[in-house]
């Protein structure tokens, strides 16, 4: 493969996407931060500098490739405390990783607290040149064709804590238009006569989104980074923050429409909130006759809002290609994990316990001989997991504040039970790394992946404020086998220079 190297300069900024200025942290001084691409088989090698200095958000910061499986490079994940310590002003980390056999859309953003509702976040696409599903669209351009979708507030996300707040705007691809007010949006612009795949990503802290284009189905071809087999006629996508969808558009009579994401907020799951926060972007085809305008439907007024016919629903969706054997049982293989919100701590529960940072990330505690769930810090929020087994995970129940995207690092895992629907599927279930659970009383959720992957991996709520809230367990996969197969690694210092000495490694 070849080498795709990038430098991210994290730096304060102010910015005013929604006409209101605020400042904020950003990857290069643009929000969403700059496109990172590659080709399949590639080497990524990103070195992040950081620049902070603004002491009313987060000054250290780490980065994340939200979808990218890491394997041997356990160390570049990002989550920190988990795979490195922070990284502090004026310092630099190189993060160095392939990603073979991965190709799709994913994303980067900061994995440092609640730093990425302030502006952390950014596109990362893996371009296959054998696409499976090429014969279906002409142009996958990445000026064209990458929709991102973020909830925008007016401060500081940790002051928004614990929430729920609800944004003041839904940003596509960084232009919003608050509370019916004029100001710019994203226009994308296409060829009526080639067929466009969209790459759309929820690079959402909180709300999910109700995603549409109004007078266009889609023909979904890809989610969380992972083919499926083409969906067809769909309406209305339900993304939750940090999912991705691939779509195909059929281009329908040449006019103006709007492009929608309807953020849906606590308190208020069955209703999008229309009014206020409603995303907005237009979808212009070229070479018409007379001059492009608005379109002429008012976004605000329900009656003229398109009701959704065939909106996406998960167990629909299927893998593309081989699915492996998913009914292979053991005994360590099945967790359960009981979300819960502790409404007197005001955080919430995996199992009885909030997740809290431990002072030494914990690959380096397992670098330094910890294997044991026992040992491994913090206590009873990490599980391990034997290597080279089908693990279940089911995740069952309502959830306070719910429904919660639930996200694994280090793998993609088949959706063997998707949120609302009572039916398994284990022949051939949707491939992801990001799915909604807890929404309602008897919902149950399952999971399952393949243990081919050592290293501590998180497993969290990407509802970034209730990660921050204790939202989170480790999988420590396969402990004592990290040493060899994460390697070559950096050095303690590398990962840790926060530290003087390192507690008791040599
Ligand atoms: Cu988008 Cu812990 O990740």
């Known amino acids: 493969g070849g080498l795709s190297s990038t430098t991210l300069n994290i730096v304060n900024k102010a910015i005013s996407p929604d006409g209101f200025s605020r400042d904020s942290v950003l990857a290069n001084g643009t929000h969403p931060g700059p496109l990172i691409s590659g080709l399949k088989g590639d080497t990524f090698q990103i070195n992040v500098n950081n620049q902070l200095h603004d002491n009313s958000m987060n000054t250290s910061t780490t980065v994340h490739w939200h979808g990218i499986d890491q394997h041997h490079t356990n160390w570049a994940d990002g989550p920190a405390f988990v795979t490195q310590c922070p990284i502090i002003p004026d310092n630099t980390f190189l993060y160095n990783f392939t990603a073979p056999g991965q190709a799709g859309t994913f994303w980067y953003h900061s994995h440092e607290s609640v730093q990425y509702c302030d502006g952390l976040r950014g596109p990362l696409v893996i371009y296959d040149p054998d696409d499976p599903h090429k014969d279906l669209y002409d142009v996958d351009d990445a000026d064209t064709t990458i929709i991102s979708l973020s909830d925008w507030y007016h401060s500081p996300a940790h002051e928004l804590l614990p929430g729920p707040i609800p944004p003041n705007t839904t940003l596509i691809n960084s232009l919003g238009r608050p509370d019916g007010s004029n100001l710019s949006i994203t226009v994308i612009e296409v060829d009526p006569t080639k067929r466009y795949r969209f790459r759309l990503i929820s690079m959402s802290c909180h709300p999910y989104f109700d995603f549409s284009i109004d007078g266009h189905n889609m023909t979904i071809i890809e989610a969380d980074g992972s083919s499926t087999d083409p969906l067809s006629d769909i309406d209305q996508i339900r993304i939750y923050p940090a999912q991705r969808y691939s779509f195909v558009v059929r281009i329908s009579t040449p006019g103006d429409y709007w492009i929608r994401a309807a953020p849906l907020q606590l308190g208020n799951t069955s209703n999008p909130d229309t009014t206020t926060s409603l995303g907005l972007a237009i979808l212009r085809y070229t070479n018409q006759t007379g001059s492009a305008q608005v379109p002429s439907v008012d976004p605000y007024d329900s009656s003229q809002t398109p009701i959704p016919v065939n909106p996406l629903l998960e167990q629909n969706l299927h893998a593309y290609g081989d699915v492996p054997d998913l009914d292979e049982e053991c005994d360590d293989c099945k967790l359960i ?118 290293g501590p991996w998180i497993m969290h709520c990407h509802i970034d404020f209730h990660l921050a809230l204790g939202f989170a367990i480790v999988l420590a996969e396969a402990p004592e086998d990290v040493a060899e197969y994460v390697a070559p690694i950096p050095t303690w210092d590398e990962l840790c220079p926060i530290w003087d000495k390192a507690p008791s490694h040599n």
């Open 337 to 454: 994990l009981d979300f819960a919100f502790n409404f007197t701590a005001v955080d919430f529960t995996v199992n009885g316990t909030s997740y809290v940072n431990p002072t030494v990330p914990v690959l380096l505690q397992i670098l330094n001989g910890s294997y044991t769930a026992q040992e491994l810090l913090p206590h009873h929020s990490v599980y391990t997991l034997p290597r080279n087994q089908t693990i279940e995970i089911s995740m069952p129940g309502l959830v306070t504040g719910g429904p919660h995207p639930i996200h694994l690092h280090g793998h993609s895992f088949y959706v063997i039970q998707s949120m609302g629907s009572d039916t398994t599927n284990t022949v051939n279930p949707v491939l992801r790394d990001t799915v909604a659970v807890g929404g309602a009383t008897g919902d149950n959720v399952v999971i399952r992946f393949r243990t081919d992957n050592p």
